[in-house]
């Protein structure tokens, strides 16, 4: 199983990033992937997930989050996507993509398979 992130670069802040997790050696459709992202010196925080139908999607609540990020499947590229836009510098960090076959939501430690990351750094 292998989950490939992609996407991630410098930005501005203001700027708009479009975020790849490629995913292979599962059915995407039989797995709920989300999107982490760990600042330095801070816990992994969840962004998003996006279900297979089983369950239910989950977005962050924070406020630091809600509104400026999309996720999305991109079923023909077996990619889930994660938009971002309206950045800030506190949006810097590592940004991993997982899948569970059973949970969906923000708890990191439920999810079976992990990407490497993609590092995302914003600066004025």
């Known amino acids: 199983v292998q989950l490939v992130e992609s996407g991630g670069s410098s930005v501005q802040v203001g700027g708009s990033l479009r975020l790849s997790c490629e995913v292979s050696?599962?059915?995407?459709?039989?797995?709920?992937i989300g999107w982490f992202r760990q600042a330095p010196g801070s816990e992994r925080e969840g962004i998003a997930c996006?279900?297979?139908?089983?369950?239910?999607?989950?977005?962050a609540d924070s406020i630091f989050i809600k509104g400026r990020f999309t996720i999305s499947r991109d079923g023909a590229r077996k990619s889930v996507i994660l938009q971002m836009s309206d950045v800030v510098e506190d949006d810097t960090g590592v940004y991993s993509c997982?899948?569970?076959?059973?949970?969906?939501?923000?708890?990191?430690?439920?999810?079976?398979?992990w990407g490497q990351g993609t590092q995302v750094t914003v600066s004025k």
């Open positions: 997982a899948a569970s076959r059973l949970y969906c939501g923000r708890l990191y430690r439920m999810y079976e398979f």
């Open positions: 050696g599962i059915n995407l459709e039989d797995y709920n």
């Open positions: 996006t279900s297979t139908g089983e369950v239910p999607s989950w977005n």
